[in-house]
């Protein structure tokens, strides 16, 4: 995989192309070890030289750049111990949560690791106007930063003005627009199911019967 330059110093070699890569900034590539089949991430700016046994699977690839109020949706994430850093096995594989999807705001770029792939684009957050309110429902059980408990299929509103932060565990059914009242006008609602309002005050279906 090597050979010395004929009249050139013992230390000089010449290395063939498939086996050098120059990853420029910003930018990785996977390697994979054919003798473990872990697959590790190498990330510039540098200069990588395969090993025999190595061979590289994907890349040179740009990093995952994700700009002020913006995100993205990961698939496959990896997984992370309590301090934050990625968590890897005895034999240095980064460790996936399968079937799973985490949300990235802005940050520094990132790599991709062996097994995650975006999901759709990097898009920006949604901006909630004023008098108009975003309709979410929750696709699984969670507790949010403060506690709160929400069920699979509950549905709340997220009022603005403000930027929404998405959840993984929530989804936007659509936007609701806020209605005027005059003088002299009045409206009539009827609960469609169980819920609790703003006052903290509980309605049902039957109090409206």
């Known amino acids: 995989y090597q050979r010395r330059v ?110 995650e792939k975006l999901s759709g684009r990097i898009e920006p957050l949604k901006v909630v106007a004023p008098n108009t309110a975003l309709r979410l429902q929750a696709s699984r059980d969670f507790v949010d930063k403060n506690g709160t408990k929400y069920i699979a299929g509950q549905d709340w509103l997220f009022h603005g003005p403000g930027t929404y932060i998405p959840r993984k565990e929530v989804r936007v059914v659509h936007v609701v627009k806020s209605v005027v009242i005059g003088p002299n006008q009045a409206l009539r609602l009827r609960a469609r199911k169980d819920f609790i309002d703003r006052k903290k005050k509980a309605d049902s279906p039957e109090k409206n019967g």
């Open 6 to 115: 004929r009249g050139a110093p013992m230390d000089e070699y010449i290395f063939p192309k498939d086996l050098l890569y120059k990853i420029a900034p910003l930018q990785f590539l996977h390697v994979l070890n054919k003798n473990t089949n872990v697959v590790s991430v190498q990330v510039g700016p540098k200069t990588y030289r395969c090993k025999e046994e190595e061979k590289v699977v994907y890349g040179p690839s740009p990093l995952i750049v994700v700009p002020p109020g913006h995100y993205v949706v990961i698939e496959n994430p990896v997984c992370r111990n309590k301090d934050g850093t990625i968590s890897f096995t005895e034999q240095g594989q980064a460790r996936l949560s399968h079937g799973d999807q985490e949300i990235r705001l802005e940050q520094d770029p990132f790599p991709l690791y062996p097994g």
